[in-house]
């Protein structure tokens, strides 16, 4: 199993996010530890954007939304 590297992280937001979208004011990703790295929190402080993390001791917190945008898929797919 392969887990992401920060590099790929950012390089993945630059080519898939960046480059097409406007810039996010915040971004909220899981406690994996390519989002935790320094690498990550440098680029994108650097761009202007905000991190906010769930709680360390709450993972769940990130799941329930995780689990709405699957639940809104799901109907959406079903309509």
Known sequence: MHGE???E???SL???WLAHYPKPEII??????SFASAY???FVLA???RL???PEKKPWSHGIVEAAGK???HVATTI
């Open 9 to 11: 992280v950012v390089q």
């Open 14 to 16: 630059v080519s898939g």
């Open 28 to 33: 909220i990703p899981d406690n994996a530890s």
């Open 5 to 7: 590297s920060s590099e």
């Open 40 to 42: 990550f929190h440098e």
């Open 52 to 54: 906010h993390f769930p």
């Open 71 to 73: 639940h809104v898929k």
């Open 47 to 49: 761009q202007g954007i």
